[in-house]
């Protein structure tokens, strides 16, 4: 129950100041006038094109891939990065670090190449998400340090020996 203090007022209430109306003009004035829409939308797009051109000449480009010869360079460094990091001994002092490493590289992979429509059928492709998918969710369970139970090693394992076969045959 609330305390009969914060009930009742401890000065006299003020009367509220009355409200009046200010005189407003009927239209601003010719340099302040609102945009119109289609004035907007044009300047809108002009800022876009403005600032699309001036990043492909200052050599920055989207996180789009490029080409075929990308995805298969990429994909091999990844596939080479997930086996020496699950092949690191339970002992050794750099395995956090490896793992750290490891799980940015696959998550900036998956964010390059996950909405490209034309590698979404690859089997490499499937093979190489289903793998970092296993490796990531491992990893947040049960923290950089656990080993890799010898199963799920397995099959990670085997699918990037299939994932480098369908990259070989331009799969």
Do not use: C
């Not at 093979?127 to 340090?145: E, K, Q, R, V, W």
């Not at 699918?159 to 369908?166: C, F, P, S, Y």
Request: aromatic share 6%; hydrophobic share 40%.
């Amino acid at each position: 129950m609330a305390s009969p203090t914060l009930l009742t007022p401890t000065s006299k209430p003020k009367p509220l100041l009355p409200v009046t109306a200010k005189a407003t003009p009927a239209s601003p004035p010719p340099h302040q006038q609102p945009l119109a829409r289609r004035q907007f939308l044009s300047l809108a797009a002009l800022a876009a094109t403005t600032a699309t051109a001036t990043l492909s000449l200052a050599g920055l480009r989207p996180a789009f891939a490029a080409s075929d010869e990308e995805y298969v360079k990429e994909t091999a460094e990844v596939i080479n990065k997930v086996r020496s990091t699950i092949n690191m001994d339970k002992n050794d002092p750099n395995i956090a670090a490896a793992v750290a490493e490891l799980r940015e590289t696959s998550n900036s992979w998956v964010a390059k190449y996950r909405r490209e429509k034309a590698l979404l059928g690859r089997a490499s492709f499937r093979d190489m998400y289903s793998a970092l998918n296993a490796i990531s969710g491992h990893y947040i369970s049960f923290g950089p340090t656990a080993p890799i139970p010898a199963k799920r090693k397995a099959r990670i394992l085997e699918e990037m020996d299939t994932a480098e076969k369908a990259l070989s045959r331009g799969r």
